[in-house]
């Protein structure tokens, strides 16, 4: 299976699991029923018994805030302050309205909300899981460093006081860089490893088995609106053809899957499948630094027009070929930029023109970007560049391929709006830049798209700031997938494509309801 982050691949064959399954302001008026934002039409209510079986593949190292997880895990036990609606607006989930200025965010939170551990869900709660995501090394980090204090007002009042204005920070609240979790549970340390969040399903240590399945039961007294199934099975098949096997059979109710399999799920009759955009990813330098080997913006520059992104969407069939992170539409896009079209002489040029200084290159890789990061480094051969990729387990993989041990790495980038993606990789201080180089004209260009906040200017400032970083060659190689998922109509219904966008290995849990 093609992943872009994240998950620990757990080796379990199908005859195991078989076993084992036996500075403007706005505010945002409270709404009566967010939940049923995400919840569809929850009139049927739960069914007594019904469980969802759903594989991902693996199961993520921690669920701590501020650690990478995928959104299939994350949002069984946990839920976020805020999120997308269907018509794309945010709406309130654990924050009831806010207010946001250029100097701060205040969010209103949900009376009434306690976690599965009992703890109340108040602004105290808030508090601790911002600072602990702020404080996590890792790219989630990044946006939330603009968070320079944070005032507990009343227990149902938060105000996030901010360093500069940052109109995207609503939307980042959003993702899955900000799960709320229990406080208790995060003092205790045992976070990691057992989810303790206020979503509709708990985590059941003694229903599960670590490695094998985890169990989510019904959370007692839960606030929002009924959900059709009333336990959720994680279970771990990382081999796509056992994936498919274990659904058509029966076994798993829902997958994510591959073009690969695609003959054998139509050819089942009683497997129905959907793809939305969720993955992009793209190498980047993080030995810039002085004396470090891709200090040249024209090394840079050199390895980028050698790397042939074309031949990998000949490969893998689900990439397409990008010309820059962000998309025609969003915040951040440029028209005008072509990326760095593979051309080997003026990479070869670019290199002499260089001096051929020494680039001689490990990256990480695990099983599921190995062979694209093989590709990548041949291509850079060419020109006389020595990269080579070393495999390592996902553990090892999500902790160290962006720490900076390593001068180059290819990875997925999930922010949602350029703040966050300058916040995460490039500024002098971002987590994803161990360097802390950052060029006057990347500060200047983000200083000044920052400063228009949320004003009509702040389009075109921010698709300067996209631009100085392709100028710079500080990422390139642009591509985008398709997250496929796959499910047994005649086991669950109500699978469609997610509100919550970027997101991979997703469903929104509370529509899905037992088929009969």
């Avoid at 808030?126 to 007002?153: C, L, R, W």
């Avoid at 979790?181 to 990691?192: D, K, N, Q």
């Avoid at 180059?408 to 922010?415: A, F, R």
Wanted: hydrophobic content about 40%; glycine content about 8%; overall charge negative.
């Amino acid at each position: 299976m093609k992943k872009s982050t994240l998950l620990v691949r757990s080796l379990v064959s199908v005859t195991t699991l078989g076993l084992v399954l036996g500075a403007c302001t706005s505010t945002n008026g409270e709404t009566d029923d967010p939940a049923a934002t995400q919840s569809g039409d929850a009139s049927s209510g739960t069914v007594p018994g019904s469980v969802l079986r759903v594989n991902w593949g693996g199961f993520p190292e921690s669920w701590a805030p501020g650690a990478e997880m995928e959104a299939g895990f994350l949002r069984v036990p946990y839920e976020n302050l805020v999120a997308f609606g269907p018509d794309g607006e945010i709406e309130g989930v654990l924050a009831t309205s806010w207010e946001e200025t250029d100097e701060a965010l205040t969010l209103t939170l949900r009376e009434g909300v306690t976690f599965h551990d009992g703890t109340p869900f108040d602004a105290e709660a808030v508090k601790v899981n911002i600072e602990t995501i702020k404080n996590t090394p890792g790219p989630y980090a990044g946006p939330f460093q603009v968070v320079e204090s944070i005032d507990v007002v009343d227990p149902q009042t938060v105000r996030l006081n901010l360093s500069e204005p940052t109109p995207s920070l609503l939307t980042t609240l959003t993702t899955r860089a900000a799960p709320m979790a229990s406080p208790a549970a995060i003092e205790a340390g045992t976070i990691a490893q057992t989810p303790v969040g206020t979503g509709p399903w708990a985590y059941d240590a003694a229903a599960s088995i670590p490695g094998t399945r985890l169990v989510f039961g019904p959370a007692d007294a839960y606030w929002g609106e009924p959900v059709g199934f009333e336990t959720v099975q994680l279970v771990a098949i990382p081999e796509d053809n056992a994936a498919t096997a274990a659904l058509v059979n029966g076994e798993i109710d829902l997958t994510d899957t591959e073009v690969n399999q695609f003959s054998t799920l139509d050819a089942a009759g009683t497997i129905e499948r959907l793809s939305y955009p969720a993955i992009r990813n793209n190498p980047i330098f993080f030995d810039r630094g002085p004396g470090g080997m891709f200090e040249d913006v024209r090394v840079r520059q050199a390895a980028c027009s050698a790397i042939d992104t074309e031949v990998l969407a000949q490969l893998e069939p689900d990439w397409q070929v990008r010309t820059q992170h962000f998309a025609e539409g969003e915040q951040g896009f440029n028209p005008d930029l072509q990326g760095y079209p593979h051309d080997l002489a003026k990479a070869q040029d670019l290199y002499d023109e260089a001096g051929n200084p020494p680039v001689d290159a490990e990256m990480l890789a695990t099983v599921f970007n190995e062979n694209q990061m093989k590709i990548y480094a041949e291509q850079m051969g060419e020109i006389g560049m020595n990269v080579t990729v070393q495999s390592a387990p996902p553990p090892q993989y999500f902790t160290e391929w962006n720490s900076g041990r390593y001068p180059l790495g290819l990875g997925g980038n999930d922010e949602l709006t350029p703040f966050d993606w300058y916040r995460a990789w490039f500024a002098a201080d971002a987590p994803g830049n161990p360097s802390g180089v950052e060029s006057p004209e990347l500060k200047a260009a983000a200083d000044a798209a920052i400063a228009a906040g949320s004003s009509d200017e702040a389009d075109l400032l921010w698709s300067v700031v996209t631009k100085v970083i392709q100028d710079e060659a500080l990422t390139c190689a642009h591509v985008a997938g398709e997250e496929l998922l796959a499910w047994n109509a005649e086991t669950v219904t109500g699978v469609a494509e997610p509100s919550e966008r970027w997101e991979t290995n997703l469903v929104n849990y509370r529509d899905l309801r037992p088929a009969s």
